[in-house]
């Protein structure tokens, strides 16, 4: 696709709805300083101050009604968040206040920007590539310091600059097969060249890398879902109180969340945990309560831990633990034996004692939490890590196409197809950073973007 | 009271809580630029940037970890909202990350701020009187076109300049009176001076014409309360369902009202009209649901406009009548006659007829309802208009000291006596402006305010 967009100015509220001391109205696009000049009587015309100004004034609409005053900030192309001239207007924090100039603005002929449109600009006008700008999704919804962190680095270029390198390495492979190709009658010899096997292999290395690092990308993008699952009276609801109680980092819930599904949501060094119980829902399917069934079920196979908890006295957790690996993996279980405080019981066998009622045990739970989650080994502070599943997908795509390119090769086929194959990959690794799109997938992106940003 | 205020750094967001593109994050007071340059990376010094001028960067904590890269705009003191260096920092808009700054910020000795504490810092370094730092909060308020000129004009010094030149009057012949004083040895022959009677006089009718506004101006900040009163059937809902359809202004109920006492509001030529059906409800004492009386005769009492509707075919809005006015003024109700689509029943007396069917009707009792709540002869587009209880009630007293001193005159007392009422109004006069005031009062006002502003 080729880069290209309409000429409109946007605009939108910045800034959360509600009240609040501020708000702010972003306008951008090749006539936002002059429309906004329209609107806007100050000591100065905003067209001709320099970029990077602020300027206190006063808006009216077009009987000359004065609506605010305002503290209005100029941004010049190509020195803006979108890459065009941008204003934002800074109006007392009433939702009647801004809807009004809103209104205003639109019959300057100013159009309500799409959700996440200034980003998309800020993409098409190169000021961001693709994964910067899904980076930029990824720290407004951060909660956490791991995700606040994972999304900087890939809003830094970390994961850009990687796939950039590994692209051009291919880029130079296939343009050289293709040079030999036009020159060489006989392209045997070429194909075969270990130096090109070599290479791709350790593009595939590096591929296999960033691909690794996809379950903790993931993980501290979007938390882990641990499942608190056992009989009645083993303990789960005093268990998740004592984490609540201890953790000084409860998480506040995205609004919108329903409650009764989400239940308790706790920063563990810097990684969000969302703990669901699922007390008082039977797991088995002849019970009568089949919706009970169907959501504990579906509890726990989103899981990526679940807690297995049984006491120092109750048994009958190999049952439960036959029903749950009838439909969710094994290694994804942990066995806690609650209650310690009332004894040890040598016969127990399980991951981890704890007592949910003085806390012993439940540091080295978090610490079994975050190994079975994480491998924090791939994890340095500044290096490329994957947390979308786009580029995830992506990166198995191109390895696929140079799995592709190896066979062909070992297959003694011919060139065309090795660089075929390599010029494939090349694609799927453009569509990671947005050298290659579509419209559909941008509207994919850029929709799930709020409005204003 | 002496303005005064401690030094402090204060900080707070600024914008309405939650997740948008952008948060707004104010820093005031004398270190305000010096601290977020200890935090702030970027091309330039903030100290040495001029006023007015927005930078980008980066913000670090402690630990040096990147936290968001943001934009900085810098306002030094005078030329500040609050009147001292102040800085905003508009970060992405993500609650996580500016709980983040503000914990940074709170390490380097900055405090979080007070409700409206930058709205009275204003007021304490004199960019704004007191009824104006009232009307910010008015204007974030405003849900209606009305109520937002209202709040205009008063933080434009309508409202202060009038009592302003009232208090002026009144120092000069208080001034007056005691400069005779010291030099007459009678002081008979001032006193009944009819050019000091005819002064306050006409002071006393200008007070007048200020509280006159009161009522309107109350209404036009506040909205007006209308109760719909009737029988079952008689279509107390259907009203309301015509006037909501009919109406392109459903005014967005303010968050945390509850909303099964508020019923539906509506915006009718700029002006909030609040209507409560208090179907289902008894009036009489005597019913078992004593709850629904008692909130039933609430909504009645709090009403400005009680809306007492019978239809073409049944009687007994008498008994109604009597019951209300028992408890509420009769001059109040407004009685409504519906379902005139049916027929017309000649026999029936009422101030309104109208068919909620088909709408007839429906705009006179709009001219009706604004008739009886507004008096808009007194309302004039840049008029001082009194909205505010605090400032009706330090005018009212003022009136009271002023007819005291009239009193005196008459009654031949000393000149003492005189200016001594007339100092009094002129407190009064002047703690409505805030030149008289106390730490009660203004932590009164200001705590009503959103912290932030």
Same mark, same amino acid.
């Given at each position: 696709?080729?880069? #290209?967009?309409?000429?409109?100015?946007?605009?939108?509220?910045? $800034?959360?709805?509600?009240?609040?001391?501020?708000?702010?109205?972003?306008?951008?696009?090749?006539?936002?300083?002059?429309?906004?000049?329209?609107? &806007? $009587?100050?000591?100065?015309?905003?067209?001709?101050?320099?970029?990077?100004?602020?300027?206190?004034?006063?808006?009216?609409?077009?009987?000359?009604?004065? +609506?605010?005053?305002?503290?209005?900030?100029?941004?010049?192309?190509?020195?803006?968040?979108?890459?065009?001239?941008?204003?934002?207007?800074?109006?007392?924090? #009433?939702?009647? +206040?801004?809807?009004?100039?809103?209104?205003?603005?639109?019959?300057?002929?100013?159009?309500?920007?799409?959700?996440?449109?200034?980003?998309?600009?800020?993409?098409?006008?190169?000021?961001?590539?693709?994964?910067? !700008?899904? !980076?930029?999704?990824?720290?407004?919804?951060?909660?956490?310091?791991?995700?606040?962190?994972?999304?900087?680095?890939?809003?830094?270029?970390?994961?850009?600059?990687?796939?950039?390198?590994?692209?051009?390495?291919? @880029?130079?492979?296939?343009?050289?097969?293709?040079?030999?190709?036009?020159?060489?009658?006989?392209?045997?010899?070429?194909?075969?060249?270990?130096?090109?096997?070599?290479?791709?292999?350790?593009?595939?290395?590096?591929?296999?890398?960033?691909?690794? $690092?996809?379950?903790?990308?993931?993980? *501290?993008?979007?938390?882990?879902?641990?499942?608190?699952?056992?009989?009645?009276?083993?303990?789960?609801?005093? @268990? @998740?109180?004592?984490?609540?109680?201890?953790?000084?980092?409860?998480?506040?819930?995205?609004?919108?969340?329903?409650?009764?599904?989400?239940?308790?949501?706790?920063?563990?060094?810097?990684?969000?945990?969302?703990?669901?119980?699922?007390?008082? *829902?039977? @797991?088995?399917?002849?019970?009568?309560?089949?919706?009970?069934?169907?959501?504990?079920?579906?509890?726990?196979?989103?899981?990526?831990?679940?807690?297995?908890?049984?006491?120092?006295?109750?048994?009958?957790?190999?049952?439960?633990?036959?029903? +749950?690996?009838? &439909?969710?993996?094994?290694?994804?279980?942990?066995?806690?034996?609650?209650?310690?405080?009332?004894?040890?019981?040598?016969?127990?066998?399980?991951?981890?004692?704890?007592?949910?009622?003085?806390?012993?045990?439940?540091?080295?739970?978090?610490?079994?939490?975050?190994?079975?989650? $994480?491998?924090?080994?791939?994890?340095?502070?500044?290096?490329?890590?994957?947390?979308?599943?786009?580029?995830?997908?992506?990166?198995?795509?191109?390895?696929?196409?140079?799995?592709?390119?190896?066979?062909? +090769?070992?297959?003694?086929?011919?060139?065309?197809?090795?660089?075929?194959?390599?010029?494939?990959?090349?694609?799927?690794?453009?569509?990671?950073?947005?050298?290659?799109? #579509?419209?559909?997938?941008?509207?994919?992106?850029?929709?799930?973007?709020?409005?204003?940003?």
């Amino acid at each position: 696709m080729n880069k #290209s967009f309409d000429n409109d100015t946007i605009t939108a509220i910045a $800034t959360p709805s509600g009240v609040g001391a501020i708000s702010v109205i972003r306008v951008s696009g090749a006539k936002a300083i002059e429309i906004v000049d329209e609107i &806007f $009587t100050g000591k100065n015309n905003l067209k001709d101050s320099v970029s990077h100004t602020i300027h206190y004034g006063k808006i009216k609409d077009s009987s000359n009604n004065l +609506i605010d005053d305002v503290l209005v900030s100029i941004f010049k192309a190509p020195h803006s968040y979108t890459g065009e001239d941008s204003v934002e207007i800074s109006t007392h924090g #009433s939702p009647f +206040i801004t809807k009004k100039i809103i209104e205003i603005l639109i019959e300057k002929k100013v159009r309500i920007a799409e959700p996440g449109e200034f980003t998309k600009r800020a993409y098409l006008n190169n000021r961001l590539d693709l994964t910067q !700008a899904e !980076a930029v999704l990824d720290i407004i919804n951060s909660r956490t310091e791991a995700s606040l962190l994972g999304a900087r680095n890939q809003l830094d270029g970390l994961l850009s600059s990687k796939v950039q390198e590994l692209r051009q390495m291919l @880029l130079d492979s296939a343009s050289f097969i293709e040079l030999e190709l036009d020159f060489a009658e006989e392209d045997v010899e070429l194909i075969k060249s270990p130096e090109l096997i070599k290479r791709i292999e350790s593009i595939i290395f590096e591929i296999n890398k960033l691909t690794n $690092t996809y379950n903790f990308g993931r993980v *501290i993008r979007d938390g882990v879902n641990v499942a608190l699952v056992g009989k009645p009276n083993v303990g789960k609801s005093s @268990l @998740l109180n004592y984490i609540l109680k201890e953790s000084r980092a409860i998480v506040s819930p995205i609004p919108g969340t329903t409650r009764d599904v989400i239940r308790e949501e706790v920063s563990i060094d810097g990684i969000l945990f969302r703990f669901f119980d699922t007390a008082g *829902i039977r @797991l088995s399917e002849d019970e009568i309560e089949k919706e009970g069934v169907l959501r504990s079920r579906n509890v726990i196979k989103n899981a990526d831990v679940i807690l297995l908890i049984e006491d120092i006295f109750q048994n009958g957790s190999n049952e439960l633990f036959k029903e +749950i690996t009838s &439909f969710s993996k094994p290694e994804k279980i942990l066995k806690v034996i609650n209650k310690i405080d009332l004894g040890r019981n040598f016969s127990k066998q399980g991951d981890i004692f704890i007592s949910a009622l003085t806390g012993e045990g439940v540091e080295f739970l978090f610490v079994k939490l975050k190994e079975i989650t $994480t491998d924090t080994s791939i994890y340095t502070e500044r290096s490329a890590v994957v947390s979308n599943i786009r580029h995830y997908d992506c990166l198995k795509k191109a390895k696929e196409n140079l799995e592709g390119s190896l066979k062909s +090769i070992n297959n003694n086929l011919s060139g065309e197809f090795i660089a075929l194959d390599i010029r494939d990959a090349v694609l799927s690794l453009g569509e990671i950073i947005g050298e290659v799109t #579509s419209e559909d997938l941008l509207n994919n992106i850029f929709s799930k973007f709020c409005i204003g940003k």
